[in-house]
């Protein structure tokens, strides 16, 4: 009966994938749930336009209080509002946050959540009712507890009439960033891939790159891409995809706005990958090396059994490619486990019939197998390197060194918190809950990183799924 509702797994002892489903009269989406509690949280792109409500979930999953600040850059500059300085978020509670009539009329928002005590898991969650020309559409993003210098995106769609892609980078540092947008198309090699976009991102701004501007992403062709900052200042960067539908059944109907993936792994998790209600779907899995072909091997995980994919048993992918898994034919709560010899990028997108909506987020990568991306895409002296990570202990600690000190810390959904922090949760706002937990084909792509629970507005709910993993 409470208005807003977070929720916290906890498995200690072991690990597990978590993801969350929030649906309502506008959309539906899926999201990978947040390994760790943090005192800075980032989301690039939202918007207050006309007939759009921005909110923020804030779950503080520990026994004292917490208290945030939020920030914004817009078009019009940075701005701190007095009503979201200071804000209390108390013990073992959830606040959701409507910043839609503070920030008024912004096509363009880029939002940072800090904490001036304590520690919290924030969502994001953006309602569109269609009424202003604007797909109708719920989508469910997840906040980077850190910048990096490197985010892979697996899923590009092909570009089409009606289907908008861009890719917004906030700097949230003190120096000016100088950042490419690398775009490399299905079915080419190194020689072909698109001019970078390159763009200056002034310190505490967003910038916005369309691939949809200048034609040089030609049309009918899916594509990965990785935004990566030049001179190595920190970045955040999310792809925003939008349609109303053009009749190609994987078009975009709706809008989705997906945090890239910091971090590459040879072992993933798609908790969600069979889903009832949904109208198709496809998991992208795309090797960002620019000379080691991969050999992996997808699993379907259900009922209690793992059984290789049909045409994705020992499967190579070569260099600088990617292949779409069709997930539309699984059955409700199928799970996929994906595993190589060597470090790819996944990423899962949804379609949904009724209510609508389309949905995209990085699947969540296994502790212990996640890694730098090579540091150039055609960088043949770039290696990627493992990171290790520490194994989970059975006991539950108050506290733990917060996100950002590490590589993998730095990465929600990476896995390694999840059975020693109880610092994640979902969020959900006005009726809504959360949730949240700790082939051979010539394609191109990489993936995003798995975050907090959220949710909220209009009747709202939300199904939490838990997967082994």
Known sequence: EAP???????????????????????????????????????????????????LYAVFNPFPGEAAVDLTFATEEGSRSPVEYQNRPVPGGSVEVIDVTDVVTVRDQVATTVT???????????????????????????????????????????????????????????????????????????????VEPFAVSVRPGRAEVVSLTGDGRVPAGVGHQAVVRSVGGQPVVAVRVLSGGGTGDETAPVGTSITLGAPLVASQWIVGVAGLAGSDGGEVAIAN????????????????????????????????????LVDVGDLGDGTALAIEADAPLTVERSLRFAD??????????????????????????SAPTTVLGVPEPTDSVPTETVAPGTDVDAATPGTGPD???????????????A?????????????????PAGDGAGDGTETTTTTTGG
């Open 4 to 54: 807003d509702v977070a929720v916290l797994v906890e498995a200690p002892g072991g690990l597990v994938a978590v993801e969350h489903r929030v649906e309502g009269p506008h959309g539906s989406a899926v999201g990978p749930c947040a390994s760790s509690a943090g005192t800075q949280w980032y989301f690039p792109s939202g918007s207050t336009r006309l007939g759009t409500r921005l």
């Open 115 to 193: 904490t001036r005590t304590g520690r919290v898991v924030v969502e994001q969650l953006m309602i569109t009712d269609g009424a202003e020309d604007w797909p109708e559409s719920l989508s469910l993003t997840s906040g980077a507890p850190a910048a990096m210098s490197a985010w892979t995106f697996a899923g590009g769609v092909p570009l089409a009439e009606g289907v908008q892609e861009s890719y917004v980078v906030f700097n949230p540092g003190q120096d000016v960033a100088e950042v490419d947008v690398e775009v490399l198309v299905d079915g080419t090699d190194v020689s072909n891939i």
């Open 288 to 323: 960002p090396s620019p000379t080691q072909t991969a050999v992996l091997t997808v699993r379907t995980v259900e009922d209690g059994t793992a059984e290789p994919l049909e045409g994705y048993d020992g499967v190579s992918l070569a260099p600088l490619s990617r292949t």
């Open 355 to 380: 209510p609508g909506g389309f949905s995209s987020s990085v699947a969540v990568p296994v502790a212990g197998t996640v890694a730098l991306p090579p540091t150039t895409s055609i960088d043949a």
């Open 418 to 432: 999840t059975a020693t922090d109880p610092g994640t949760g979902p969020d959900a706002g006005d009726g809504t």
């Open 434 to 450: 959360g949730g949240e937990g700790g082939g051979d084909t010539s394609s191109t792509t990489p993936p995003d990183s798995a």
